[in-house]
């Protein structure tokens, strides 16, 4: 089974920058749609951004839009998430998700967790005012 890694977290003040990156653990990222996620204490997990598996199309929470940039580095296998003009409402823990089949985007489902197969652990953000 596939293994998804997030890293990059951490503590930062409102209006800095963050790298979120998300590695494949034994496989490879390079063909699926991924996603980003991220849930705060006491809340649902919502959708950050998605990218699809060849890199055509981006999509973005209205939350983020103008402000995060989903990307992904094929020699690398990973799939990054810049964060810029960070705000405290962005604080979560964030999560780097993997749709195999590659439906999630062509459904336009892309926003919904359901529409993916693997996840990782989680990177904790938190935003300071």
């Known amino acids: 089974q596939e293994q998804v890694v997030e890293s990059g977290g951490g503590l930062v003040q409102a209006g800095g920058s963050l790298r979120l990156s998300c590695a494949a653990s034994?496989?490879?990222?390079?063909?699926?749609?991924m996603g980003w996620f991220r849930q705060a204490p006491g809340k649902e997990r919502e959708f950050v951004a998605a990218?699809?598996?060849?890199?055509?199309?981006?999509s973005y929470a209205d939350s983020v839009k103008g402000r995060f940039t989903i990307s992904r580095e094929y020699l690398k296998n990973t799939v990054y998430l810049q964060m810029n003009s960070l705000k405290p409402e962005d604080t979560a823990v964030y999560y780097c998700?993997?749709?195999?089949?590659?439906?999630?985007?062509?459904?336009?489902?892309?926003?919904?967790?359901?529409?993916?197969?693997?996840w990782g652990q989680g990177t904790q953000v938190t935003v300071s005012s």
């Open positions: 998700a993997a749709d195999p089949s590659r439906k999630s985007a062509s459904s336009g489902r892309y926003y919904l967790t359901g529409s993916y197969d693997y």
């Open positions: 034994g496989g490879t990222l390079n063909i699926y749609d």
């Open positions: 990218i699809r598996w060849n890199g055509g199309s981006t």
